[in-house]
């Protein structure tokens, strides 16, 4: 029982994780609480959730260039999503899960926000350019 | 990525440790991006403010840091982003010894590479403005956005991990808006009313960036009836790149490059009057307490500097409410010398070089200050700071003034 679903190769190792899904946008500077691990912006669709060890789908990153260094310092403090799963990402967020070494892909034919449910159980596979659904088959 | 043979001499580290971990780190960015091989740069930007480093990120820097120098030292000019603090002003400002203390390890780890430490996120306005073509590695979104709108340099938004890389090798991966296909126009825009002050331009900014909602799409706004200047630019510019995370935009007869659309023209998405004013009244908080004042985000011009100067003249700041403003080390020492800096400071205000408030850890200034109510002419700084636990309000340089002489928002 499970949903295949493919998309650009991405950058990282292959994780397994829990899903955390909102059709909205990320940048580590304008919408965390690093310190605490949460969703810290008021407006945002996830604020006060926790990201930490999540697999984090969202649509697409927002401005700003602090995100690149940002992920490497939240993964050396143990505060990190999991794996980040996006429609498209910007130059900045390739670049941070480069660095931080989180794992990162983008680019599937479907709205990955409409695809993948909170709770979902995932498996990313940025080498093959594979997500699987674990937990169900429609 | 196809390498030429001396990147391919880099990545097996025969040119040292900092530039392999450099190029190792452009070539996963490129492979993700499908970029096909390297494009030389002529500058690199680094954005690396302690609050984005952290601990880790200065370790990280120390460590790259120790290789021999001749392993280290960047092959382009290397210039900083704003910094995490001004050493002059940072216990003022609730800023603590502690994260002056790691600011002070990453400058000396930043200078082992040779980077030249201008702090700034004006540096096409002060330091060397690129020329039309010019393929750059900047690492601010309203740098990267000025300079291949306005100039019609090539740079994608760089990180600070990824802009150090490129100052390490000299090249950065060829995608994005250093390519021509990517520079195309996708979305139009017909405004129909000027923005009167820098602010207004910065709401028109942020209204085209949340409309267009992506790094990959392209705006072109048309209508505007008279050359706005460089200031101008780089509010609406900022709060575009901001709002939407857009680095290129064209403005027919003004910017460096004609607007070509990708495909068939699309119909434009107007903005009225109504449309600017409804955007900075959803900040509005009118006699709201009002805790801080900021200019700043992008940095300060000289002729900024000396608007607020003439602004806060033979005023006096409220004593419940704190002026910050920042600048570049550069526009600061000519502040001093043309007499700005004290004209501004005689209000009761601060004002600060190299840093830009957002980068200054926000939120660890509001908790020691006991700050919430913030108020700017920055669309940009209201779109970042909520985030910190502030409440913005954007308005005209002059509304901010007053609000501060007042104490509360007017």
């Known amino acids: 029982m499970s949903i295949l679903l493919r998309c650009h190769k991405g950058i990282g190792s292959a994780v397994t994780g829990t899903a955390l899904v909102a059709a909205d946008n990320f940048s580590a500077r304008y919408d965390l609480d690093r310190s605490k691990g949460v969703f810290s912006r008021p407006s945002h669709k996830l604020a006060g959730q926790s990201y930490a060890d999540r697999i984090l789908v969202l649509d697409t990153t927002k401005g700003g260039v602090a995100t690149a260094w940002m992920l490497h310092e939240m993964k050396a403090r143990g505060l990190v999503p999991r794996g980040l799963i996006f429609n498209r990402v910007n130059p900045i967020l390739a670049q941070g899960a480069a660095f931080g070494d989180v794992t990162l892909v983008d680019r599937f034919e479907r709205d990955v926000t409409q695809t993948f449910r909170s709770g979902d159980e995932l498996r990313v596979d940025p080498a093959a350019g594979l997500v699987e659904i674990l937990n169900r088959d429609r | ?90 216990r003022r400002l609730g800023q603590t010894d502690k994260m002056a203390a790691l600011e002070q390890r990453a400058i000396e780890a930043l200078r082992a590479f040779g980077v030249l430490m201008t702090d700034t996120c004006i540096n096409y306005q002060t330091i060397m403005a690129p020329v039309l073509g010019e393929h750059m590695a900047y690492g601010d979104t309203g740098v990267v956005i000025y300079s291949n709108s306005v100039l019609g340099a090539r740079s994608n938004f760089e990180g600070g991990p990824s802009a150090l890389a490129a100052g390490l090798t000299g090249r950065t991966p060829r995608y994005g808006y250093h390519l021509d296909a990517c520079r195309r126009a996708t979305r139009r825009f017909r405004l129909t009313a000027t923005p009167r002050d820098l602010s207004e331009w910065g709401a028109l900014g942020g209204i085209v960036g949340e409309a267009c909602g992506s790094y990959w799409q392209v705006p072109v706004v048309e ?37 070509v659309f990708a495909g068939s023209v699309p119909p434009a998405i107007t903005i009225t009057r109504d449309g600017i004013e409804a955007f900075l009244a959803r900040y509005a908080a009118p006699n709201d307490k009002l805790d801080v004042v900021v200019f700043t985000a992008p940095q300060l011009s000289l002729f900024e500097m000396e608007a607020v100067a003439r602004a806060l003249e033979g005023r006096r700041v409220h004593h419940e409410t704190t002026v910050i403003v920042a600048t570049s080390p550069e526009i600061k020492h000519a502040a001093d010398r043309m ?54 309000t954007l308005a005209s340089l002059a509304r901010c003034v007053d609000s501060a002489v007042a104490g509360r928002v007017l």
């Open chain 2, 1 to 90: 990525m196809r390498l030429t043979d001396e990147e391919s001499a880099i990545f097996a580290g025969k040119f040292g440790e900092p530039r392999r971990w450099a190029i190792t780190h452009q070539i996963a960015v490129g492979e993700f991006f499908d970029a096909a091989d390297f494009v030389p740069v002529s500058q690199a930007h680094i954005m690396a403010d302690t609050e984005s480093l952290g601990v880790a990120g200065v370790q990280f820097l120390e460590s790259l840091a120790a290789a021999p120098e001749a392993e280290r030292r960047v092959r382009v000019p290397t210039i900083t982003d704003p910094r995490g603090l001004d050493f002059a002003v940072y």
């Open chain 2, 223 to 259: 209508g505007i009836e008279t050359i706005p200047g460089s200031d101008a630019l780089k509010h609406f510019g900022t709060a575009l790149a901001s709002f939407g995370s857009v680095a290129l935009f064209h403005l027919p007869g003004i910017t460096a490059e004609e607007a």
């Open chain 2, 339 to 392: 007499g700005l800096t004290s004209r501004i400071e005689a209000s009761g205000a601060v004002v600060a070089q190299g840093i830009c408030f957002y980068q200054s850890y926000a939120r660890e200034m509001a908790e020691a200050n006991g700050w919430t109510r913030l108020m700017t002419n920055s669309a940009k700084l209201v779109n970042i700071i909520g985030g910190y636990g502030y409440r913005p």
